[in-house]
């Protein structure tokens, strides 16, 4: 299913093969939490500007709209009119970003609804056969994603307790892929190494992961507090533990910079919310750094916010328009930032492929920070 296609030095170049089509990697996952991006950005919109792969939230369409309503309806992919590859996340992180709202066993975990204060249990098994209902390409297993400065012994615990539910996941998606009515039966289960920043931890968690022969291996429990060196760490520590012909995927980073560092490590897939919710609050980026639409410098400016781009935004209007969109809180300037940022990240990843192909990936990477050091 995955195949490395180019490589220079750790960066790779690959085609990862799904029912759904052929995710060319490094690839940047656009965020759809709920089967939408926010900001009004319509699937019609990601196809313009290059969306390879689409994000949704396991936990959220859970408890909305119901991801049985959602089975009844043919799918994720038909009820959000996407025909790409979709991944869903398990619904493990809100066990570390609704932290006051559930309860952790072996089992599994206990919340209550941040919408109405509903009781919910979810464990991997449930996260799985939701995931099925949902009918995504990839899958993820439930985790434990525990706080980066918490005590050794528990991060430990956790990471065990992440093992023993990537042994359920698998099994239960292996059950449900062969199961008459299920939509996408050929939906794929990428596993989650935990351990925070603890080597040690972190590489028994890996071992453990290659021995089940997954589709893919992400590393979780970063970009939640620990510095930029500390992630960079654990990725030189731990991506080497891990089969060159499997997929790589590095969960909710980042910035720009981060990105390429990365991908400079050997990462090949990434998502995060940065541009969608900076393009919401105006915060744009560029190849000559990050604009703030809210300064007052650009109250009269009559250029695009980056001269020479092809998103929808750059091609029709101007940063000072799009500024009095924001100011006046209309959609409209909200939906313009999100589409330029997300075409930003999009073309970025598509350069970096181009790049590894030439082996002048360290080059272009060194140009891109030197020009953004506020990213």
Avoid at 63 to 90: A, C, N, V
Wanted: glycine residues 8%.
């Amino acid at each position: 299913m995955f195949r490395i296609t180019a490589k220079d030095r750790l960066a790779r170049k690959g085609e990862f093969e799904t029912p759904h089509g052929v995710i060319q990697t490094p690839v940047f996952m656009n965020v759809a939490t709920v089967a939408a991006i926010k900001g009004a950005v319509a699937t019609t919109d990601l196809e313009t500007i290059g969306t390879s792969v689409c994000l949704a939230n396991t936990y959220h369409l859970h408890l909305r709209p119901g991801d049985e309503i959602i089975k009844q309806l043919g799918g994720l992919h038909r009820f959000m009119s996407w025909q790409g590859p979709i991944l869903t996340d398990s619904g493990g992180f809100q066990v570390y970003s609704l932290a006051a709202l559930r309860q952790i066993t072996d089992e599994g975990v206990h919340f209550r609804s941040h919408i109405d204060g509903r009781k919910i249990f979810m464990g991997p098994k449930e996260s799985m056969r939701i995931q099925s209902n949902l009918g995504s390409t990839i899958a993820m297993a439930f985790d434990e994603c525990p706080d980066a400065k918490g005590d050794k012994n528990y991060i430990a615990t956790a990471a065990n307790r992440t093992m023993n539910w990537l042994k359920s996941c698998l099994s239960e998606l292996e059950k449900l892929n062969n199961t008459r009515d299920t939509i996408n039966k050929e939906q794929v289960l990428f596993g989650i190494n935990q351990g925070s920043t603890h080597r040690d931890i972190r590489i028994e968690n890996a071992k453990q992961m290659v021995e089940l022969n997954l589709s893919g291996y992400a590393i979780g429990g970063l970009a939640v507090g620990e510095s930029h060196e500390e992630m960079y760490f654990v990725l030189d520590e731990v991506i080497p533990f891990f089969p060159d012909d499997k997929p790589v995927y590095l969960m909710g980073v980042g910035t720009p910079a981060n990105i390429l560092e990365a991908i400079g490590r050997g990462v090949d897939f990434f998502d995060c919310v940065y541009p969608s919710r900076n393009g919401r609050h105006g915060h744009l980026y560029t190849n000559h750094g990050k604009i703030n639409l809210f300064n007052a410098q650009y109250e009269s400016d009559e250029r695009p916010i980056e001269e020479g781009c092809v998103c929808p935004a750059c091609q029709r209007y101007s940063r000072a328009y799009i500024r009095h969109l924001l100011k006046s809180k209309e959609m409209l300037g909200m939906r313009l930032g999100v589409l330029h940022n997300l075409y930003f990240y999009n073309q970025m990843m598509k350069e970096a492929r181009e790049a590894i192909t030439a082996r002048r990936f360290g080059e272009y990477k060194r140009t891109k920070l030197a020009a953004w050091e506020d990213l």
